[in-house]
């Protein structure tokens, strides 16, 4: 897909073998199973979804950066004495250089993390895919829209879950599935898609492989949130992943 769609505030890339690099930083793996582990976090910009929640509004809604060689990267990268490499958005998937900068991740010995929402699966060398389905709470309807029209509404609610790009994925690395959770209202859903992903992936999705994380992007948020959604884990069944970088640093950036 063409990054000049997604990312329009960015100009056209200097060179092929370069990614529109939002920021790039080391800090501590804040979610999922690997919550604590010090990471360098390789943010690009773009996303074909537009969540109104996104804790990245400046790689979906106003996507921002610089294009930057996957040397430079990769310079960048060893620069931190982490051995794990984080690479998020946006929608790292996005890019066909994501591929490059993986195969030399894993050239290197690096164990690499893809965040991904789960629209888009590629050949690539991935550690963990850290999945994130997009549910029907995240739609950026004119009311929750922070550009305040609603003009995303549609093609997000359209575009956000594709099961065979989630199974693949699933089949293809070791993965977690990430759901954000807003509240007990979500569940119904993660269920169904989970049946049907069951359904359709050749290999097992055991329950604790799927993660339900709080909605919120600051300490006064998840305090909203955190409760219920640990609840939700309990009834369910599911893990519950804290968002320990907001724990830690609540909205700083760079964390
Ligand atoms: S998929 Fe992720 S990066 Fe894209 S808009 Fe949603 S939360 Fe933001």
Request: proline share 8%; hydrophobic share 35%; net charge negative.
């Amino acid at each position: 897909m063409p990054v000049a769609d997604t990312a329009p505030g960015l100009t056209e890339p200097p060179e092929d073998d370069a990614l529109p690099i939002n920021e790039l930083f080391a800090s501590l793996q804040g979610e999922g199973r690997l919550a604590g582990v010090p990471s360098v976090f390789v943010r690009t910009s773009g996303c074909n979804l537009r969540c109104w929640f996104c804790d990245s509004y400046h790689t979906s809604w106003e996507p921002t950066g610089g294009w930057r060689t996957i040397d430079a990267i990769l310079e960048a990268i060893s620069d931190s004495d982490a051995d794990h490499v984080v690479l998020t958005g946006g929608e790292p998937l996005l890019h066909d250089e994501s591929v490059t900068l993986l195969e030399r991740l894993a050239d290197r010995g690096y164990h690499t993390t893809v965040e991904t929402n789960g629209t888009i699966a590629r050949e690539a060398p991935i550690d963990l895919a850290s999945i994130s389905p997009k549910l029907a709470s995240s739609t950026p309807t004119p009311e929750r829209d922070p550009t305040g029209d609603g003009e995303w509404a549609e093609r997000h609610d359209r575009e956000r879950i594709d099961r065979d790009a989630i199974a693949t994925l699933c089949e293809r690395h070791e993965f977690q599935l990430k759901f954000v959770v807003t509240g007990p209202d979500d569940m119904p859903e993660i269920e169904s898609l989970l049946t049907d992903l069951r359904a359709d992936a050749t290999v097992p999705i055991p329950n604790e492989q799927v993660l339900l994380m709080p909605e919120g992007t600051t300490r006064a948020e998840l305090e909203e949130t955190r409760g219920t959604v640990a609840e939700c884990a309990m009834e369910y069944g599911y893990r519950y992943t804290p968002r320990l970088h907001v724990d830690l640093w609540n909205d700083a950036p760079g964390t």
